[in-house]
């Protein structure tokens, strides 16, 4: 009877292993379907003569060394910025740190397209700081991208850079003191390698988030094509999809080696035992510079937000800005009321179902260990080498002529795989932390694994489960590349307005829809940061 019932508990977990085995290899295979069949539709519409005919246009090599030196550039600019402005709010004990940190952040609340207009209402032939001092010239061109690029892109170097100062080891710097070595040695020695593999990180993905964005340089780029723009030109405005794809297709190349860079450089990371913090500077003058630094950054990153409140309240750009609400009432008018539902509900959904699909993904690899695991793991992140322009396009030559084009579903499904890997990743880390022989002992007191999630692993994750819906319903608010091929008149997303109000020469409403979007987004932030503190 024993050994009966030893081979019973035996094929049960056996059945139990294969069960949960089938289960990740199925999420694995929804995934990769889901990032990568698209890709193939795009790639079979490179045949002989859209190649020929992108390659032997007159803008193609234009447009390729335009990308490349914008992104160049623009990387070089940003991560030397952002670097300075970690190591000043980091390093030093400078006050107002938490009002610094959400000054800074505040670009990565409103679309790309929004950095662009900006710089036009501030710098623009009618600019208001063109007008103010007089100045000649215009931001259009290779300056503006530049310009607008590192707006956009400088928050997300700085958030890279601080993680990773945030918690250096202070040891090796006490070692130093101690030995008497001067503070540019111990800069050259310690600090840059301990930041070389961070840094070839950051570098990569700015460099992609810049080279593959096409809201700035539509807005600023005038006769400067990039690649980006050239290939949202092909496909709004002529519907060339095979056009289209060759310039997809050259977006990709960058953006593959950031991902694996970024994975490998992930996988070999977190191997450093921090056993004390690093000291902070205390001295006046490191302080003083800090606070001017820190100072003009902040004042430079409120600039354009400051510039589109004056445009939606004033009366008549550039004549009259006398303070009116007309504006905001005829952007209304214009249906931007029901694009921002349209928005909001996306957004929602996107977050919700997101979520839960990134929980139990993170649950299978990291609490539920097999060969599997790791297939899953890598599935789960593949969208993160996908820019958000190419998956539109791939999900157009997808999902045209079935029941789910031109709805909502596509929309939500286009955002949820679009942002899922960075909330994966989230919740992998979170889970990979919490004792590993839960189950074990849940399982010796006859606590089911549903029970386990539900009561032990969800109330100890809710800080991160919050974090993750927010990540979901900010960028699904404001993006502008996944969905800009596939929304339709009765679905599209209020962030697509932006560039059909400035075309028509209408930005005072465009500076409105971008407040929308910002207002939506710190609320959002505001209700997370509020119920995250009542969790703890």
Do not use: W
Request: hydrophobic content about 50%; charged content about 15%.
């Amino acid at each position: 009877m024993n050994q009966n019932a030893t081979k019973q508990k035996e094929s049960s977990k056996t059945f139990k292993f294969a069960s949960s085995d089938i289960t990740k290899i199925c999420l694995s295979l929804i995934f990769i379907a889901l990032v990568f069949l698209p890709l193939i539709k795009m790639f079979l519409y490179l045949d002989s003569e859209s190649i020929s005919k992108a390659v032997s246009s007159p803008v193609f090599v234009e447009a390729i060394c335009n990308s490349l030196v914008s992104a160049l550039l623009g990387t070089v600019i940003t991560v030397v910025l952002s670097f300075a402005l970690a190591i000043a709010i980091q390093r030093t004990k400078i006050r107002f740190k938490g009002i610094f940190g959400i000054i800074l952040t505040l670009p990565m609340l409103i679309p790309s397209i929004s950095s662009g207009m900006g710089l036009i209402i501030l710098l623009g032939n009618n600019g208001l700081i063109t007008r103010l001092f007089g100045l000649e010239g215009n931001i259009y061109g290779l300056k503006g991208i530049i310009i607008g690029s590192v707006i956009y892109s400088f928050p997300v170097a700085y958030l890279m850079l601080a993680d990773v100062i945030r918690y250096e080891d202070g040891s090796p710097y006490e070692a130093a003191e101690v030995l008497g070595i001067p503070k540019i040695k111990q800069f050259f020695s310690i600090t840059l390698p301990y930041l070389r593999k961070p840094l070839i990180s950051v570098v990569f993905a700015i460099f992609t988030l810049i080279i593959t964005d096409y809201g700035v340089p539509l807005m600023v780029g005038g006769k400067y094509k990039t690649v980006a723009t050239v290939m949202y030109q092909e496909v709004i405005g002529q519907l060339d999809f095979g056009k289209g794809a060759v310039y997809g297709s050259l977006l990709l190349i960058p953006a593959v080696i950031a991902f694996i860079i970024d994975f490998l450089n992930t996988d070999k990371g977190n191997s450093t035992f921090v056993t004390k913090p690093c000291k902070q500077s205390d001295s006046k003058v490191i302080k003083t510079v800090s606070y001017t630094y820190c100072g003009i950054v902040a004042f430079l990153t409120m600039l354009p937000i400051v510039s589109f409140i004056i445009l939606a309240f004033a009366n008549k750009y550039p004549t009259d800005l006398s303070f009116t609400f007309k504006n905001i009432a005829k952007t209304f008018d214009l249906k931007a009321g029901t694009y921002l539902l349209n928005s909001v509900i996306i957004a929602i959904l996107s977050a919700l179902i997101g979520v839960i699909v990134a929980f139990t993904s993170a649950y299978l690899s990291a609490r539920m260990k097999s060969p599997a695991s790791r297939f899953l793991h890598l599935s789960s992140m593949t969208s993160a080498a996908i820019p958000g322009v190419v998956l539109g396009l791939s999900y157009v030559l997808t999902f045209n002529k079935t029941p789910i084009y031109g709805t909502l579903i596509i929309l939500v499904l286009v955002n949820m795989i679009h942002f899922i890997s960075s909330p994966y990743l989230m919740m992998y880390n979170s889970l990979s932390k919490i004792n590993e022989n839960l189950e074990g002992t849940a399982q010796t007191l006859g606590v089911s694994r549903l029970h386990l999630i539900k009561d032990v692993l969800i109330p100890q994750c809710k800080g991160t489960i919050f974090e993750m819906f927010s990540y979901f319903f900010v960028n699904c608010m404001m993006t502008i590349s996944a969905v800009s091929f596939l929304a339709s008149t009765a679905n599209k997303p209020i962030s697509l307005m932006i560039n059909q109000f400035e075309a028509q020469a209408q930005i005072e409403y465009a500076a409105v829809v971008s407040i929308l979007i910002l207002v939506v987004n710190l609320f959002i932030k505001a209700v997370v940061y509020m119920v995250k503190r009542k969790a703890h």
